[in-house]
């Protein structure tokens, strides 16, 4: 009966997160492809020597469109960020949020 009892904690407690995504409105293989899409994403910026990397952030939603906003230093580093966000796949469409330093 202790190992019943310890058995249903145990699966309730993995189950909860899932049960946040769920309630979030989206599907837990939505929520994961879209952090596959941001993290694939990232490594793309921070591959290419031309973008900085840690001055732009990157949030993707459940349709595939990446947000990139941020700060870079010229209008070449914003739209080679652009640019590399576009050709990555699973992206659907890119918001361009990114600042140019002045």
Do not use: H, R, Y
Request: no cysteine.
């Amino acid at each position: 009966m202790k190992t019943t009892l310890k058995s249903i904690l145990l699966v309730s407690a993995l189950l909860l997160p899932m049960a946040s995504f769920a309630a979030d409105g989206d599907s837990i293989g939505t929520k994961v492809e879209d952090t596959v899409i941001t993290a694939k994403v990232k490594a793309a910026l921070a591959k290419d020597k031309a973008v900085s990397a840690t001055d732009i952030k990157v949030e993707t939603d459940s349709n595939g469109l990446v947000q990139l906003s941020g700060v870079a230093k010229t209008k070449a580093e914003a739209d080679k960020a652009v640019q590399l966000a576009k050709n990555v796949k699973g992206v659907t469409a890119v918001k361009d949020d990114i600042v140019v330093a002045q």
